[in-house]
């Protein structure tokens, strides 16, 4: 009743304060009877409504619809209804404004992360897996045995295996002794990976081609160069097994062990060795087991009348699948591995795969009537086997002093020869053409302080490319690069090569302590060497190996400090990127070729930026 009169008198009270009609209107006390008020007045101006046209309060009305009937007759000017109406329309003009600053702090607060990121994470120094270098300290006599790359730590990169005599302390006195040194290096960063000593000298470590399965990780052939053969871990450098000596106490090894098909049926490859009696010019092979490194039965002997560098053995396995250990002393002579298998387990009967003739091999037997069979004879200094394209059958490619000579494997006929004097170095084969036969690159003393470098024509026998070039220094083999493109880059260190190019003056050179440099041959611009690295010290070794992961190639160095005769040098081993060396340090020398076109630099930029490098399938 006390509501009703204020609303009427438009009094206040003291207790309620001001009153409102909409305020009251929303009170659950007289919400009924204010909503059919306003329905038959028409609305209530400035708070008063007339009282003859007040409605009876005891009037039924429906109490759940009274709010929708209150805000459907309530002026449309009527401020209070106007003031809902702006803060239902103010209310979704702020989304599109809430959304955007929710994004945009988003992408300030994502940026801020990946800056704390980039900060708090260390980068590895500056080109580190591009080039690096590692002192070995004192080595006397230098590198024993050619550079071994074998992924050691199972990162996808090949590593480093070198073997050197390193001066140790003997005693507290200071006294120093050499030691025959092992020591694998990471491809990464140069760190050792492990570090062995040797009873002896080595003539060689061979980590691919012997394989005790997958579960035993990757093994390591050395071969000593008295009594010593052992097979070790690669991942460790740990000895898996070692050859008794007593099966060359009459004699010592000759020449690196090579690898034979499995031939005592345990799944596991075998070895042959080849061994030099002390008191009589006769040869021994032993057959080794790749597996517990026993022997396979006693030694064979055979009497050889060649005098020379010693050659093999190596195994040549025809296109028929007979199976023949190529070897000799300056000439070359084969002998069936059936024959040796059988003299060795003292037995008629041998496995399957020895059971295969070359015809045209046996004929050769019939000349001396002998076991041996003679391939080739007179001053031989090197011996490989070249796979010939689309066959199953390699050809044999002999170098001598004055010639170079390819035989055909399956008659052992002549190809071709090529002659060139003071040949002094291996060939180092190469896709240099694009008919997919391989080539070679030779070197040749000149005799005046220069060298010639030669690439020769797989098919034909003929120089495709030649350049003379300065080099004083004790001779090191090329070394090649598969690449996608089906080619080759041919690398090869020299001396400084910009005096010879300019003029050519006959007579010896005085001796030149410049630079030797490293470089790189495309055969793409045959009339551009690439200046990769240059080095002052003495270059005793060097290797290349490919990053699949990354299709790029690494030049892998040992040099020696020049010290007087009674120090050693120290030595040191350097890694150098390809890729990157072409990119960033490399420098083009032009060679005088008026044949051949001005090539542009920008264009061999372009061409080398884009060049990736491959594992080679075919190597001799």
């Not at 120094?125 to 074998?150: I, K, M, Y």
């Not at 596991?268 to 032993?286: G, H, M, Y």
Request: aromatic share 6%; hydrophobic share 40%; with cysteine.
């Amino acid at each position: 009743i006390v509501s009703l009169h204020l609303f009427f008198s438009g009094k206040k009270s003291p207790d309620l304060g001001e009153y409102d009609p909409l305020t009251q209107a929303d009170s659950d006390e007289s919400e009924d009877d204010l909503v059919l008020n306003i329905q038959k007045n028409g609305g209530v101006k400035n708070g008063k409504s007339p009282p003859e046209e007040i409605q009876d309060p005891d009037s039924d009305v429906e109490v759940g619809m009274t709010k929708q009937h209150t805000s459907e007759s309530t002026p449309e000017g009527y401020p209070a209804d106007t003031a809902g109406s702006l803060e239902q329309k103010a209310a979704p003009s702020l989304m599109p404004y809430l959304r955007t600053a929710i994004f945009l702090l988003t992408v300030v607060i994502s940026m801020i992360l990946v800056l704390v990121c980039a900060f708090l994470i260390p980068c590895p120094p500056r080109d580190l897996h591009n080039t690096w270098n590692r002192n070995l300290g004192q080595g006397a006599g230098g590198v024993l045995s050619p550079l071994e790359l074998c992924d050691v730590n199972g990162d996808g990169l090949p590593d480093i295996l070198i073997v050197f005599t390193a001066l140790m302390n003997a005693s507290v006195m200071g006294v120093s002794r050499p030691s025959v040194t092992v020591v694998a290096l990471s491809g990464m960063n140069g760190s050792t990976l492990w570090s062995i000593q040797l009873p002896e000298e080595t003539q060689s470590v061979q980590c691919n081609g012997l394989s005790l399965g997958a579960a035993a990780g990757p093994v390591c052939l050395v071969t000593g160069t008295s009594k010593f053969l052992s097979l070790l871990s690669a991942s460790t450098g740990k000895t898996i097994w070692i050859l008794n000596s007593i099966h060359l106490s009459n004699g010592i090894l000759a020449a690196p062990a090579a690898t034979l098909p499995d031939v005592d049926g345990d799944g596991i490859r075998d070895i042959v060795v080849l061994a030099l009696k002390e008191t009589q010019p006769d040869v021994v092979f032993i057959l080794v087991s790749g597996k517990t490194g026993t022997a396979l039965g006693g030694p064979v002997r055979y009497s050889t009348n060649g005098e020379g560098k010693v050659i093999g053995p190596q195994v040549y396995i025809t296109s028929r699948g007979a199976i023949y250990i190529l070897f000799g002393f300056g000439n070359v002579q084969a002998v069936a591995l059936r024959d040796v298998f059988t003299q060795a387990r003292n037995r008629d009967n041998f496995p399957a795969m020895l059971q295969q003739e070359e015809p045209e091999w046996e004929k050769r037997r019939s000349v001396n009537l002998s076991e041996l069979i003679d391939i080739y004879s007179g001053g031989v200094d090197f011996l490989q086997t070249v796979k010939t394209p689309d066959t199953n059958c390699s050809n044999l490619l002999i170098t001598t002093k004055e010639s170079l000579i390819l035989l055909r494997g399956q008659d052992l006929e002549h190809r071709w020869t090529l002659e060139l004097q003071n040949i002094s170095s291996q060939p180092v084969p190469g896709y240099f053409g694009a008919d997919q036969t391989l080539d070679f690159m030779l070197q040749a003393q000149t005799g005046d302080g220069n060298k010639k470098v030669v690439v020769v024509d797989g098919k034909s026998g003929l120089p495709v490319w030649n350049q003379e070039l300065p080099w004083q220094r004790q001779q090191l083999d090329a070394l090649s690069v598969m690449t996608l493109g089906k080619k080759s880059v041919f690398l090869f260190w020299a001396d400084e090569t910009q005096p010879v190019l300019r003029s050519l003056q006959p007579g010896p050179r005085p001796e030149r302590p410049g630079l030797h440099h490293l470089y790189l041959l495309h055969p793409v611009f045959p009339t551009v060497l690439l200046d990769l690295t240059n080095a002052t010290d003495k270059v005793i070794a060097s290797a290349v190996g490919i990053n699949d992961l990354q299709k790029d190639a690494f030049h892998i160095t040992v040099t020696t400090t020049a010290t007087s005769e009674k120090q050693p040098g120290f030595l040191s081993v350097s890694k150098l990127g390809l890729k990157w060396a072409m990119m960033s340090q490399g420098r083009m020398v032009w060679l005088k070729d008026s044949r051949t076109p001005k090539i542009s630099r920008g264009e061999v930029r372009r061409f080398l930026a884009r060049m990736k490098f491959a594992d080679f399938p075919q190597k001799v």
